[in-house]
């Protein structure tokens, strides 16, 4: 990689490059953070002195295996310890919050983006309209930093919402949640107001994939999606290095492109989705036509009626296996599509609603095979990866953190 000099490096840019590095590497030598970037080593001597400087960056020292001469006679090294750079956790703190159905969580992440404290409120979120859901927010999220405040001694310096269902990135609007009866809620402008700071939302797909962008253990370089099962169908998609939500903030809903246009009803009020044959209430609705279950909600099933439906199957109910079944071919045809259009590197499957996917993927490669053009059978790489830890709201902080970076570089004014 070719370096700039120092004269014809923009700082800014730079130094936020810097940050992000820091931030996804975890503490690295000047030198690591130079080859990463492109930057010489003078500069990369000056930019991180200035975010030392700012408070943003500390050194700490690292190991001096890499670094000094062996010992022939006990493999052991030689040399001082390499000094690395790393990101002052308290520099800055941010708030995460994740709505879904009856339920809202709220995390508090520090400036290296880790979560330092998280709450769980359950409330019936179908059941507030526009106005009571903001005033819920503000009233949790009031609680929240008056309970942690002991994290840091500073107000958060931005709040990031995902939201289960479609929302306009760009306006701050919930178009539609299956948490929410009521469609095209305004919300970020309300709390910005009363928070200040950047307030900023994106669904709950989008967050993962985010999440995903920023740890190097989970994907490789290059363009990635990751699709969401679980109530709903969602995508998040990965494009040169960020998260595409398109021109009006709402794209890769791949839930919602069709599998059958006369097919069955999907929750959006369309028939047909992809959403309509594999989401959870879509199994469940079906279910319901081959054996008799309980008498629970139906429209909104909870993880425990999705698991006694998954355990049955693995028992012997070959009705209820097929279910499983067709939902993972439906599922490998939308994924053909998606490798037709876009041609990712790699997929990922996650979410609560993979919790059959070894009883879905043998049909979803099927699916694949039927419904893909032979010549683009060479990838990407599919990955299954196990829903043991939701990383919806690691996500959402990360935004945050992004969106920070940027802002907090930004030219202030000249006074008068």
């Not at 992000?20 to 010489?40: E, K, N, V």
């Not at 698991?307 to 296996?321: H, N, P, S, W």
Request: aromatic share 4%; with cysteine.
């Amino acid at each position: 990689m070719s370096r700039r000099t120092d004269a014809d490096t923009p700082r800014q840019p730079s130094q936020i490059a810097i940050l992000r590095y820091l931030r996804i590497h975890g503490p690295a030598a000047r030198i690591d953070i130079g080859t990463a970037t492109g930057l010489s080593p003078a500069t990369v001597t000056s930019l991180t002195a200035d975010l030392m400087a700012q408070g943003l960056v500390q050194e700490s020292q690292g190991s001096n295996g890499t670094n000094g001469a062996t010992n022939g006679n006990h493999g052991a090294t030689r040399g001082r310890p390499k000094v690395l750079l790393d990101l002052v956790p308290n520099a800055a703190c941010v708030i995460g919050v994740k709505i879904t159905i009856n339920l809202i969580e709220i995390a508090l992440g520090n400036f290296k983006g880790e979560i330092e404290t998280s709450s769980e409120h359950s409330i019936n979120t179908r059941d507030l309209d526009e106005a009571e859901l903001i005033a819920t927010l503000i009233k949790l999220i009031d609680g929240f930093i008056a309970d942690h405040k002991g994290f840091s001694s500073r107000p958060p310096v931005g709040i990031s919402i995902a939201v289960q269902g479609v929302c306009d990135s760009n306006s701050g609007e919930i178009i539609w949640s299956p948490a929410l009866r009521h469609r095209n809620i305004a919300l970020t402008k309300a709390l910005g107001e009363r928070f200040g700071g950047i307030v900023q939302m994106s669904n709950d797909a989008n967050c993962i994939a985010t999440a995903i962008s920023q740890n190097t253990n989970l994907h490789r370089d290059g363009d990635f999606a990751v699709i969401m099962l679980g109530y709903g169908i969602g995508m998040g998609l990965v494009l040169n290095g960020s998260v595409y939500n398109g021109d009006f903030g709402t794209a890769a809903e791949f839930g919602h492109t069709k599998y059958q246009p006369d097919g069955p009803l999907c929750n959006c009020g369309r028939r047909g989705c992809l959403e309509a044959y594999i989401g959870d209430y879509a199994i469940l609705r079906d279910a319901r036509g081959l054996i008799d279950l309980p008498d629970a909600n139906s429209l909104h099933p909870s993880e425990e009626q999705m698991m006694d439906l998954v355990e049955r199957a693995r028992k012997g109910d070959e009705d209820l296996a097929d279910l499983f079944r067709h939902a993972g071919k439906v599922l490998g045809y939308g994924i053909a599509n998606l490798i037709a259009l876009l041609g990712p590197k790699q997929i990922f499957i996650t979410g609560s609603g993979a919790r059959a996917y070894d009883m879905m993927e043998p049909e979803l490669q099927r699916g694949l095979s039927q419904a893909q053009v032979p010549e683009l059978r060479r990838g990407p790489q599919i990955t299954h990866l196990a829903w043991d830890k939701d990383l919806a709201l690691q996500g959402a902080i990360g935004q945050s953190l992004l969106r920070h970076d940027e802002n907090m570089f930004q030219a202030a004014p000249v006074a008068n």
